[in-house]
């Protein structure tokens, strides 16, 4: 959820001066786009990985500030419930072993906060929806991170609605929620992986990206079970769409695009993404006094918006301007070898697909933002279309289609050490057995959520991956 503020509250002369800030700063990000003043060689690969705290029960454990204090690690952050906890990892070079890089350095991040979480009684365990939650673990007096941040994206979300957030979710089962406060987005966590790119690639890596997130939707779903109903397959993806949609009555009627979406349209420009960024109010409007060039309201800003495919534009350590695109479609879990798998089956899906001489932009966005949503609800069972407009079950399309792209993307950029971890993808789909499938199996043959985390939490951390678990 980004950086931590120092005010607690704001008025209209903060909203002003945001906004005339958000203004020069978005002119100076054209100017860069008119220079073509990015860095055009590099590529890079990093993460975050947000993880749930859980006691010897199974049930959500606040003590995130306790774990991040003993910690004291930079790269670990708050996230907004008390029983969640982000890890930031270092960012690598694409090599023939970034994979390898990137396992070790989370591998390490993980077992740091494993070990501290030990001290206070509690175990980390990674799922998209922690199944154990309760409505009583959304009271945000009790269950909120202690931070200006959330207070404030609370306080003006409900501010801008008008009314309280409305959960409608329709799944094997009906969930139907409603809160004042933003705390309906603590149900969900994630992975996001970060591609930085060379300028030129940007606008086809952002295309492709938006297919390859449709495609690993189906391969990687871990959160069907939400608050004791059996909902969608990668439930989190309809949870954060309205758990922060801030428009009110008159703006749905006006079928404006809530701060969460798939996107638009295809794309010609990445600066078109950031000049989009105007049709959305601040929620957070902190004025820094900061030179331009830091573009801190304009980060701060895009920040608050959140794309499934988000384009982000970073700094490196040379001082050199840089894009990338952070996807957000994974959920966390269930292991880390998981998460290894499905880290380098988007990333060697995007590349593939950027690759494969196919125009992306042939069949009607409409169409691909329809199966993103369909693959959300019903895994690798749904229909969906292929990029040439061939439709058939999303397993079928992983096996035959999207993994030989993805080895393909993979070696095409130079990394060697992803078969195994593209194995295990493959593996998943022909067993059927993804995170999410087991989790909705222990369920409804148990209906013990603690039971559940219980187990799932044996077999997590013996890092074997979800396929391979015994049924329950």
């Known amino acids: 959820m980004g950086e931590e503020i120092s005010k607690e509250n704001f008025d209209a002369q903060d909203f002003d001066r945001f906004h005339e800030r958000l203004v020069e700063e978005t002119s100076f990000v054209r100017s860069l786009f008119d220079r073509r003043a990015f860095d055009d060689a590099s590529r890079v690969l990093g993460y975050e990985l947000e993880l749930c705290l859980v006691d010897a029960?199974?049930?959500?454990?606040?003590?995130?500030?306790?774990?991040?204090?003993?910690?004291?690690?930079?790269?670990?952050?708050?996230?907004?419930?008390?029983?969640?906890?982000?890890?930031?990892?270092?960012?690598?070079?694409?090599?023939?072993?970034?994979?390898?890089?990137?396992?070790?350095?989370?591998?390490?991040?993980?077992?740091?906060?494993?070990?501290s979480a030990l001290g206070f009684g509690a175990h980390t365990v990674l799922f998209g929806v922690l199944p154990s939650l309760h409505r009583a673990h959304l009271n945000t007096d009790e269950y909120m991170s202690e931070q200006h941040r959330y207070n404030q994206l609370s306080h003006q979300l409900i501010k801008m609605r008008g009314r309280p957030v409305q959960l409608d979710l329709h799944g094997e089962e009906h969930l139907s929620i409603e809160k004042n406060d933003v705390m309906l987005e603590a149900l969900g966590t994630s992975l996001?992986?970060?591609?930085?790119?060379?300028?030129?690639?940007?606008?086809?890596?952002?295309?492709?990206?938006?297919?390859?997130?449709?495609?690993?939707?189906?391969?990687?779903?871990?959160?069907?079970?939400?608050?004791?109903?059996?909902?969608?397959?990668?439930?989190?993806?309809?949870?954060?769409?309205?758990?922060?949609?801030?428009?009110?009555?008159?703006?749905?009627?006006?079928?404006?695009?809530?701060?969460?979406?798939?996107?638009?349209?295809?794309?010609?420009?990445?600066?078109?993404?950031?000049?989009?960024?105007?049709?959305?109010?601040?929620?957070?409007?902190?004025?820094?006094?900061?030179?331009?060039?830091?573009?801190?309201?304009?980060?701060?800003?895009?920040?608050?918006?959140?794309?499934?495919?988000?384009?982000?534009?970073?700094?490196?350590?040379?001082?050199?301007?840089?894009?990338?695109?952070?996807?957000?479609?994974?959920?966390?879990?269930?292991?880390?070898?998981?998460?290894?798998?499905?880290?380098?089956?988007?990333?060697?899906?995007?590349e593939g697909l950027k690759r494969c001489g196919e125009n992306l932009r042939a069949l009607d966005f409409s169409t691909l933002e329809t199966d993103f949503y369909r693959a959300a609800q019903y895994g690798m069972r749904s229909q969906v279309h292929w990029i040439n407009g061939f439709e058939d079950s999303l397993k079928n399309l992983i096996l035959s289609r999207a993994l030989p792209l993805a080895r393909q993307g993979l070696e095409k950029i130079g990394i060697i050490d992803s078969a195994r971890l593209l194995d295990i993808i493959e593996a998943r789909m022909v067993s059927e057995q993804t995170g999410a499938n087991w989790i909705l199996q222990h369920w409804k043959q148990h209906a013990d959520t603690s039971r559940l985390v219980q187990t799932y939490l044996q077999h997590a951390d013996s890092n074997t991956p979800v396929h391979l678990w015994p049924a329950p």
């Open 57 to 115: 029960q199974g049930q959500p454990s606040k003590v995130n500030a306790q774990v991040l204090n003993d910690c004291a690690n930079p790269l670990l952050t708050l996230e907004l419930a008390k029983f969640n906890l982000e890890i930031n990892g270092h960012p690598f070079v694409v090599d023939a072993d970034v994979l390898s890089h990137m396992d070790a350095d989370l591998s390490e991040l993980y077992y740091q906060v494993q070990q």
């Open 192 to 350: 996001q992986i970060h591609m930085q790119v060379p300028f030129d690639e940007a606008v086809d890596t952002y295309n492709a990206a938006l297919w390859a997130s449709m495609l690993v939707l189906g391969a990687t779903p871990n959160s069907p079970l939400v608050l004791g109903k059996c909902c969608w397959q990668e439930s989190r993806i309809g949870i954060f769409k309205q758990a922060v949609d801030t428009r009110n009555p008159q703006e749905i009627r006006d079928h404006i695009v809530p701060r969460v979406h798939f996107g638009k349209a295809y794309i010609e420009s990445i600066f078109d993404l950031f000049e989009d960024n105007f049709y959305y109010s601040p929620i957070l409007p902190e004025v820094i006094d900061k030179p331009i060039e830091a573009l801190h309201h304009f980060n701060l800003h895009n920040g608050t918006i959140w794309r499934w495919v988000r384009p982000i534009l970073g700094l490196n350590s040379s001082g050199d301007y840089h894009l990338r695109l952070e996807l957000r479609v994974v959920p966390s879990g269930p292991t880390l070898l998981d998460t290894m798998a499905n880290t380098a089956f988007y990333l060697g899906l995007t």
